[in-house]
């Protein structure tokens, strides 16, 4: 089977990942005392190599150690870092510090799996990648967990702070960024979830529409504060749980 155009749309979320990951590792590189910058940035780098391996598949076609990167970079680390940030921003540094811990465990006994596991290459189609071909069937079941806690997270963690930003005038736009971030932190969930059942095409097209949604979120979020915002608020800023606070 031939590529068709949408399989060709990872290679321009990749492109746009790239600068995305770049201006948040420079914020971070601004404040590095900000652990939440610095996993933002790694999570946004994990979503672009998800996507290259998805770009080198459509283009030179389906091998096996790109499909098992694809997998890890993909449904293991496609929302948990940048949910992770979240988690430094929103909770105690030691709590975070725990909840670290457990995820990256959890993370490497999964990737540990997924490189090991047989391929079912009977299974294998040319240029579509899905967990399927895994001969080693439970290797499937622990995305869903740690897509579980990237949604809790990086979703709850936007819409939480999007509703106490609606409270104050002069953080109205950060409410907007929010709605943005979470609105387009969901799309790749369900793309993920159409991958499960063989529509890969799906989750192309919602990875690129996902990472504009949360790129424009960040834009609105990072936004000045209208000249005369109070000091409460700004102060605020620096507190509440979003992916692109800080």
């Known amino acids: ?40 940035a790694i999570g946004v780098g994990a979503y672009g190599a998800g996507t290259l391996t998805e770009s080198l598949t459509a283009l030179l076609g389906w091998h096996e150690p ?39 465990a959890v993370v490497a006994v999964a990737s540990v799996a997924v490189w090991l596991s047989p391929i079912q290459y009977d299974l294998v189609e040319a240029h579509r990648l899905g967990g399927r071909v895994f001969e080693w069937t439970w290797v499937r079941r622990f995305s869903p967990f740690i897509n579980l806690y990237a949604v809790i997270f990086l979703v709850g963690g936007a819409i939480l702070s999007a509703m106490r930003y609606s409270k104050h005038p002069d953080t109205r736009h950060r409410m907007w960024g929010n709605v943005w971030i979470a609105a387009g932190a969901i799309l790749p969930g369900i793309g993920g979830a159409a991958t499960r059942f063989g529509y890969t095409e799906v989750l192309y097209v919602m990875e690129l529409l996902g990472l504009l949604m949360m790129w424009r979120g960040y834009v609105i979020s990072v936004r000045p504060a209208p000249s005369g915002a109070s000091l409460g608020s700004a102060r605020e800023h620096e507190t509440l749980g979003s992916f692109a606070g800080g």
């Open 66 to 104: 790109v499909f098992r990167l694809w997998y890890i970079t993909g449904a293991l680390l496609g929302g948990a870092p940048l949910a992770q940030g979240t988690v430094y921003l929103m909770l105690k540094r030691r709590t975070a510090h725990v909840l670290t811990a457990a995820l990256v």
């Open 1 to 40: 089977m031939s590529p068709a155009v949408v399989h060709y749309l990872p290679i321009v979320t990749t492109a746009l990942a790239i600068p995305f990951a770049v201006a948040i590792g420079r914020r971070f590189a601004q404040h590095p005392d900000r652990l939440h910058l610095l996993w933002w």
